[in-house]
Nanobody, 121 residues
Framework: QVQLVETGGGLVQAGGSLRLSCAAS????????VGWFRQAPGKEREFVAA????????RHADSVKGRFTISRDNAKNTVYLQMNSLKPEDTAVYYC??????????????WGQGTQVTVSS
């Protein structure tokens, strides 16, 4: 089992940047695929980005491609989401999630509590 804690959210102006971190407990974090998701008020949760176990492959939603980058440091048990050129429509609660299976299947069993990102225009 793995526990996840997201940090790094906040209020930023449009065009600005934030880096979210997802810190995981447990010694086997490198065995988990990890994804970032977000949920805006009144909207369904949506996929943002995912990374495989060793960080050699990533995927990003079209809406964030070229602006957001997912990465991981297994030595630190942490996955990051670097967010640049933020837009007001990026405002949401951002969640990280982990799965012992494929990150691409998005069958995530473990979820963090979320961190709020607010982008002002």
């Amino acid at each position: 089992q793995v526990q996840l804690v997201e940090t790094g959210g906040g209020l930023v102006q449009a065009g600005g940047s934030l880096r979210l971190s997802c810190a995981a407990s447990g010694r086997t974090f490198s065995s988990y695929g990890v994804g970032w998701f977000r949920q805006a008020p009144g909207k369904e949760r949506e996929f943002v980005a995912a990374i495989n176990r060793d960080g050699s492959a990533t995927r990003h939603a079209d809406s964030v491609k070229g602006r957001f980058t997912i990465s991981r440091d297994n030595a630190k048990n942490t996955v990051y989401l670097q967010m640049n050129s933020l837009k007001p429509e990026d405002t949401a609660v951002y969640y990280c999630a982990a799965t012992p299976g494929s990150a691409w299947a998005q069958n995530y069993a473990y979820w963090g509590q979320g961190t709020q990102v607010t982008v002002s225009s």
